[in-house]
């Protein structure tokens, strides 16, 4: 059948997609969602069918066709395409499989992935992928293939090291800039740590975002491992690596509903470590209202889980659960998570003793697990005499960064609020959530600068007047809101 | 906030979308799919995020609405509008409650509906709702809720009689136009039978199609009234009835899987019947390889749960298994079909027996409901007197068509094919999807004319050069397309 092309004008960023008309679609005995095959010349591709009701969508005889498709087929409006009948991917079936509980196998899970990263499933077979692995559950074996698949289909460091440490932690907890401090004291011990990071989801810093202040982040494979080979470590953000691309696609699908299906949060995550080479892996997994772990028994079997995951993938898994009822650290934002960092590495007076206790005690656990005797001692000293300050200035160099930046010297955003407190008592909590907020809206993880400063913690005494938090943004305007945001939250709680 | 308006120059047809730049996003901490709500001078509307990766969609400080959205809001290109954060439907949190498996209460199901309605649920957010249903089920009370929200949300008959008789197919069987002739047969002898039919969905012609080549079938639910007080019946097409809007958008959202929740298919079929306030039912359900029931035991089984929704909405439900190995009747296609109801109507010769008889046995069973003796001699006498023919046509007279119309009268498509048997043998079978697909590409539904003509039905002889069936199209594109499926397929199996 022939068509005429409509540009509609638009990039999707996802699935191919063509639109035709309801009358169309009748004609052709095509439904929402359908595959057709466009051609045009000697070039061709698979898209999926939406169907325009009205004509103000695409009239009878038209077939709209967004950016990826006009560029990939070379057309223009109004050329003529052909379009022919084309089956649905065979993930569809796998899918449909899941969602009717059977277990599906490594071929059946590579292909599913597969599709996704190549565009074939739209949203709502996606949807349904999520909400099968969701309601049926993927068993360890599953979420090994999926963890394996994702691994496949990803971009690979291949390390040459017989010990790969890394790390991981569930989130929810804002500040908790560990990782800062435990890569350079590792890897000043001697261990290779390739460190692949996220960026901010859903909370105000990511450590790429809050490492990006220091040194660019999106490094392609080849230069990590070349900072890696030259340090032992690096500090990049795991999105630059193409492994995302599948687990990026499920989180967007699985965010209206916040689910966090277990099989692909694990595969998510030790596909990461998978790709990395990771020989030994220490997983903290904070527990308090606002992080995914409401109480230890929900983190305790989330551990077991990524044990047991971490043998199939020839892994050892050290799990540690961690109080995550407050912010870590004073600076919440990147810049000021950054200067916190540096305060702990160079020793300084002004760095918080909540943030350094934790990195230490990590570093120590996973220099035990590469078999470091008296590893808090080591992890101390490496960290204290400077060393691992050393290290950290040679991976800020080695990614691009200015080694010689002082805490001091980086840019916090110039609006200031100070929010004080009128009443007298004990801090009882301060809710992660609602600083994250805060600092997303004043700007945060896109404006560094952005962020709230901590200056009591659950568990101090203030008196009227006492400044509680500071407010930093770089624009008025997200000031306002920021500032809004506070006064219509209860975050902090004072008795 | 403030953005200006970017005119999309589309129409979605459905949920009320907004695109913004990924930057904005991050900025304003908004999420695929979170909602905000955009207004402009005293106008305000609530629109579902989609967010614009690349600058070809949408730029920064700009946000892409739809034609819905521009009319409601009376804004144009460029103007500049204000965005506030709106919180989730509350019908989210009920979709993923029924995803980890626990009940649903009266008010949460009403909720999903009036939200799935009101186009306040994306594609994605109904995904989870169906695959919810899908794999965690709705129980008894679920389905009798979600019956009454389906009602609750749409028109309603509100016939003042005592017995109102209907009857259901589940489908699958091309030619099946058994309500045609049991209608005219319940209406002739004093019972009335408000009947409302689909439109072909997978199918080549539904009842509705069918009977739109007699007379209109799309009357609004007052008009229907007028022709039920008149003549006892009617042959609707459902979809005219607001009804069907909610479980339109949900068999949208089906398709691309297949999917059939148990829960929703018998809500979608009780509530039209709750709708025109039927006290007796008679269900149809065809068993055969391209049917919806490859076992007795499974038709078994979803009889025995429309007998149970019937009890709770007191409704009284039969439900018969029948053949659905092969078409019923010689036509298949709106305009052949409705000429194989009026032979049988007319007592003509050329009338198939298999259709003759199948109405009959289901008009005497709905009869023997209502309390008639001897169902089957009257049900005969009435279709054989001529009284079913007569009732037939004040029906077509009072839906606005012509009451006079002789079956060879009606128009066929003008391009014929011919399809002769290659060997001789015995037709082992003839394939109920494979028909259907001939039809449909051929033209049908909307070229009424379009369609199959079988000479031959399975456990026929046939001889080298026999017709087996007969192709027609109204237009010769259409006819090569269907000429090609019947090549390709094995539909016919001759041994």
Redesign the interface.
Known sequence: ?KLKVKD??????GTLIA?INK?DA??L?L???DRIAVSYKNKKTTVVIDI???K??VIPGHI?LF?EVLSRLKVKNNNIVNIDFED?PAS?GY??KK?D?IKLTKDEIEQIIRDLINNNL????T??FI??V???GFDMEETTNLTKAMVEFGDKLNLDRKIVLDKHSSGGVPGNRTTMIIVPIIAAAGFAIPKTSSRAI?SPSGTADTMEVLAPVSLPVHRMKEVVNKTNACIVWGGAMNLAAADDKMI??R?????DPRGMLLASIMAKKTAVNSTHVLIDLPIGKSTKFKSRGDAKRLGKDFKRLGKKLGMKVNVILTDGSQPIGNGIGPALEARDVLYVLTNDIKAPLDLKDKALMMAAKMLKMAGVFNAYDKAKEILESGKAYSKMKEIIKEQGGNPDVKPDDIEIGKYVHEFRSEKEGMIRSIDNKTIA?IT??A?A??DKGAGVFLHKHAGEIVNVGDIILTIYSESP??MK?AKRILKESDGVEIR
Chains 1, 2 share one sequence.
């Open positions: 059948m509609m004008d638009i990039a999707t960023g639109i009358k009748e004609r005995d439904h929402h969602e325009g009701e009205s103000k969508a709209g950016e649905k569809i899918i449909r969602l509980g739209s949203a709502i077979e949807t349904y909400s099968a969701y309601t049926k859903s967007k699908i965010h209206p509903l916040s689910l907020k997303r809206i700007g993880p896109t305007q997200k809101y």
